[in-house]
């Protein structure tokens, strides 16, 4: 069985990390999870579980506005060719997350460190990001800092890029 939220949230306190979690009703697409603005401040995030023809797997988190280019983002995270969504066995079985609940947090489920996790620049210049923790009933918020913690914890060193193709240089 995988990590249940309960066991996400006992992590995160073993590591000293305190965040707030805001729990609504499941919602699958960033058009849905915008509903919930007025609830929970900060940065929200778009994440794509990419692959490459290796089976390399990146987990790709932006702000939820953020525009990233699939035809050119493999040249700036390593991949070995263009990428292409991974599919959601794939992502259950590296991440233990179904579409709709794809988050950060999924790296507390990755041990092998078979997924890279690569996130925008931009978003961790918020005082706040917010993702799903393992399921999309909930949004938890936690401090940039304290997720470059978790996600080093969990053994993944992230890239952090300027992946966001709608901001002016």
Do not use: C, W
Request: aromatic share 6%.
């Amino acid at each position: 069985m995988g990590t249940t939220f309960d066991d996400l949230m006992e992590y995160l306190a073993r590591l000293g990390i305190a965040v707030s979690t805001v729990r609504h009703p499941a919602v699958f697409t960033v058009a849905e999870a915008q509903d919930l603005r007025g609830q929970v401040a900060g940065a929200h995030t778009k994440n794509l579980f990419l692959k490459d023809k290796k089976d390399n797997f990146f987990l790709v988190t932006v702000d939820e506005d953020a525009e990233v280019d699939l035809k050119t983002i493999h040249g700036k995270i390593g991949a070995s060719s263009r990428v292409s969504f991974g599919k959601p066995e794939k992502l259950l079985e590296l991440l233990g997350l179904t579409p709709g609940a794809v988050s950060v947090f999924g790296a507390i489920n990755d041990p092998l460190l078979r997924v890279k996790v690569v996130l925008d620049e931009s978003l961790m210049t918020h005082d706040v990001v917010n993702g799903h923790p393992l399921t999309n009933e909930a949004t938890t918020s936690i401090r940039p800092v304290d997720l470059l913690t978790f996600l080093r914890a969990t053994g993944h060193e992230p890239l952090i890029l300027k992946l966001d193709g709608s901001t002016p240089n």
